[in-house]
């Protein structure tokens, strides 16, 4: 079992910043990757971006692209979603995931494990 456990979300203007936080627990070192999801009322949950936790190869969505990183603190088992110039449209709902095996990062199905989510609300 692995435990994940968001936090950093807010409120924020447009063009401001905010970093989440993912602290990972339980059974970590099996862990292939680590990815960041986002909901909005009414939509379907879609990728933001992930890392592949042995290389901390990253790959982004193309709307975050640019003003998006994540990074992982394997000493801690935490990922972190840094986020600049915020629009409205990136308010949402935040998850973190975490994989186990076979594992294509933009594909929620391939996640096993999921955080409770926080939420991101920038406004215009």
């Known amino acids: 079992q692995v435990q994940l456990v968001e936090s950093g979300g807010g409120l924020v203007q447009a063009g401001g910043s905010l970093r989440l936080s993912c602290a990972a627990s339980?059974?970590?070192?099996?862990?292939?990757?680590m990815g960041w999801f986002r909901q909005a009322p009414g939509k379907e949950r879609d990728f933001v971006g992930a890392?592949?936790?042995?290389?901390?190869?990253?790959y982004a969505a193309d709307s975050v692209k640019g003003r998006f990183t994540i990074s992982r603190e394997k000493a801690k088992n935490t990922v972190y979603l840094q986020m600049n110039s915020l629009k409205p449209e990136d308010t949402a709902v935040y998850y973190c995931?975490?994989?186990?095996?076979?594992?294509?990062?933009?594909?929620?199905?391939?996640?096993?494990?999921w955080g409770q989510g926080t939420q991101v609300t920038v406004s215009s």
């Open positions: 995931a975490a994989s186990y095996g076979t594992w294509r990062y933009s594909t929620p199905g391939d996640y096993g494990y």
């Open positions: 339980g059974r970590t070192f099996s862990i292939t990757g």
């Open positions: 890392i592949r936790w042995s290389s901390g190869t990253t």
